[in-house]
């Protein structure tokens, strides 16, 4: 779905915040952008809808260069959750998320019906549509960024460290839904995170990246967590970067082979050095 081919962005002031990226963000899955701060992530998160361009490499979205597109077209066919949801203050929920299908002519009443449609789906409740956004609580608030950003039903979906505002309890609220939507509706999702534990929760892949825009690893959460590919990825990982392992496992998960058994009043066969399990009477 979104393809990097050595991508660079350097700003006028000499700053490059990102590095010759290559990088394949494949279609229905999260991918996890990572890292230190002034690692380029949240960069590379707004080249894909034109809020910053390139200065070289090229950015394909469904096989198509992004330059090739009107900006702001391009823009409204792509999701964008921000932090602490960035919603228009003086309208209500139900027209803060019906402004994308507005944009795009889908007339007051189908967009609207959109958006009460979309309420439901992202788990508020039907009367939350006539308040303002100050009436609600930052959770709340998060959910209706969800909402608006899927009101066009755009294939990508965008969020720059989205839950990152709120209380640790309502961030795993919000990670669940986010997960429970992402099963449902199956989008191409970038997320941006300085959370490893959130990225290891949500992601498909996780692509680290370390200060000046450079790419070190990009892989599964498991992969990452067992073979880091340097120091700096596994220092980043941190030191419980096992428990983190062994939490993307339930016991289900795990093969079952017959065990060998032993009474504890005689002696254990010969010959064997597997685990043995002894059963006392």
């Not at 007339?107 to 308040?131: C, H, I, N, S």
């Not at 460290?161 to 640790?168: H, K, S, T």
């Not at 062994?246 to 254990?268: K, N």
Request: proline share 6%; with cysteine; net charge neutral.
């Amino acid at each position: 779905m979104i393809k990097f081919d050595a991508v660079n962005k350097r700003f006028p002031n000499g700053t490059t915040a990102v590095h010759e990226l290559s990088l394949t963000m494949p279609e229905g899955g999260i991918t996890v952008l990572v890292g230190s701060s002034g690692c380029g992530k949240t960069t590379t998160l707004r080249m894909i809808n034109r809020m910053v361009d390139p200065s070289s490499g090229t950015i394909t979205l469904g096989g198509r260069n992004i330059l090739e597109a009107d900006a702001a077209e391009l823009r409204r066919g792509i999701g964008y959750v921000i932090q602490q949801a960035g919603l228009f203050p003086h309208r209500t929920i139900l027209d803060n998320i019906a402004t994308v299908p507005l944009l795009l002519g889908h007339g007051r009443k189908r967009a609207r019906a959109r958006a009460a449609e979309l309420l439901e789906t992202v788990g508020l409740p039907a009367d939350a549509a006539k308040r303002y956004p100050h009436q609600l609580s930052g959770g709340q608030q998060q959910r209706v960024g969800v909402a608006r950003a899927l009101a066009a039903d755009p294939p990508v979906l965008l969020m720059d460290e989205p839950f990152g505002a709120v209380d640790p309890v309502v961030r795993t609220q919000l990670q669940d839904e986010l997960l429970r939507l992402q099963q449902e509706l199956n989008k191409t999702i970038v997320f941006v995170t300085h959370d490893i534990d959130e990225a290891v929760r949500l992601g498909d892949r996780i692509a680290v990246f370390r200060t000046g825009g450079h790419l070190v690893q990009c892989a599964p959460p498991a992969e990452l967590l067992a073979r880091p590919a340097d120091d700096f990825v596994a220092d980043f990982l941190g030191a419980e970067r096992g428990l983190k392992l062994l939490s993307l496992s339930t016991l289900a998960d795990l093969p079952r082979q017959p065990a060998t058994t032993v009474r504890a009043d005689e002696p254990a066969p010969a010959g064997r050095a597997d685990w043995q399990l002894v059963v006392s009477t």
